[in-house]
């Protein structure tokens, strides 16, 4: 799977409103070494960014972005890491070719 | 049907926002041996999880993943378990292929 070369551990930052997601999209892939693999609107207004890299950068990207996103418009849902998913949870991640 | 393979019971998790339903996903798979067979954006910010396994091993799931996602994001919105689903309603479910 494609996932594998960017690291196995997970982030994900959820925004009310694209502009948010987009401060900490851009914050996150500053702050480290992570490949943004996903877009994703919900629904209801809210936006996911799903990023893949080595568990420390994905640590660092994830509170960088948070933090960064938390002044902007409606603001931060929830910020996550997840440093190994299990396998059956692959597929309903993205592939990281549309992002 | 491909379901069979998987066991019979049904275990759903609904949340706010699309980082508490990947938790939950995570949580569930880790915890009991299912298999995940959707993700569902139901609207409104609303996202499904579905998992099929034996109905000990799915209820175990959906309680490590309910207690999971409880703390992340907007949370959890309900948690539920049909052992047995009637067979009229097995065509509404996801096959798991497209998950």
Do not use: Q, S
């Amino acid at each position: 799977m494609a996932n594998d070369n960017y690291g196995i551990a997970l982030g994900m930052i959820e925004t009310r409103g694209l502009v948010p997601a987009i401060e900490a999209a851009d914050a996150m892939t500053k702050a480290a070494e992570v490949r943004m693999i996903g877009r994703e609107f919900v629904g209801g207004g809210y936006v996911t960014i799903l990023v893949r890299g080595e568990t420390g950068a994905v640590n660092a990207a994830v509170r960088a972005g948070a933090d960064a996103c938390e002044r902007v418009g409606d603001g931060l849902v929830a910020a996550h890491i997840i440093a190994r998913p299990h396998k059956e949870v692959e597929p309903v991640l993205p592939a990281g070719k549309t992002a």
